[in-house]
């Protein structure tokens, strides 16, 4: 219908938690909130304790990965560094992590019918996004953040991270340096700073 808002399905492992002062991440949630003014946003983000369905405009999805007294690599900054290594536990906490949030994606995707699924980091939110998009075929957009650097020092993840990037309809770094990283595999890269509202 003419001048209605359009849906876009942020996913992301990290999302500002009102109890919780040190989460990481607080950016996006400025970003979704400013965006919110302009587009139906929703986001889908790992479960925590004292969820809340809405926030500042913002409709709050979540999903669960395993036990709530497992569930430990969200909202601490340092998913990456549980996971990498030979930590088996984390390891297959990750596999349930990305097949929980592919299929809770899927779901909200068939209720909401957003018009745009935002990634933010490649991993492991771009590579659900990607999933999600090719299952649906709705336009993918991924924003890389400090794990831009991955890219080169792991084959694996520069691996998925260039098949990410080649079928998205964007990639957004959010600084120059962490574009430089990324720009030989990425195809449509571009510099957009955090919080800025057309982020």
């Not at 906490?93 to 779901?107: G, P, Q, R, T």
């Not at 933010?120 to 075929?137: A, D, E, K, Y």
């Not at 991924?142 to 964007?170: C, G, P, Y």
Request: charged content about 20%; aromatic content about 12%.
């Amino acid at each position: 219908m003419p001048g209605e808002k359009r849906k876009v399905l942020v996913i992301t492992h990290n999302y500002p938690i009102p109890d919780f002062p040190r989460a990481i991440g607080p950016f996006v949630g400025v970003l979704v909130e400013n965006l919110a003014k302009h587009f139906h946003m929703i986001v889908l983000a790992p479960r925590y304790r004292n969820p809340s369905s809405e926030r500042n405009g913002v409709k709050l999805e979540y999903f669960g990965y395993s036990f709530k007294s497992w569930e430990k690599l969200s909202y601490t900054g340092h998913l990456f560094a549980k996971v990498r290594g030979f930590r088996l536990h984390y390891q297959f906490l990750a596999f349930c992590y990305l097949i929980s949030n592919v299929l809770k994606s899927l779901i909200i995707v068939k209720r909401e019918k957003p018009d745009l699924i935002h990634s933010q980091w490649f991993v492991p939110n771009g590579l659900v996004g990607h999933i999600t998009s090719r299952l649906t075929g709705i336009p993918h957009i991924v924003t890389i953040h400090s794990d831009a650097f991955l890219v080169k020092k792991n084959r694996i993840l520069r691996a998925v991270a260039k098949m990410v990037f080649k079928r998205a309809k964007l990639v957004i770094a959010v600084s120059q340096s962490v574009k430089e990283h990324v720009v030989d595999i990425a195809p449509r890269v571009e510099v957009i700073y955090p919080c800025n509202q057309l982020f």
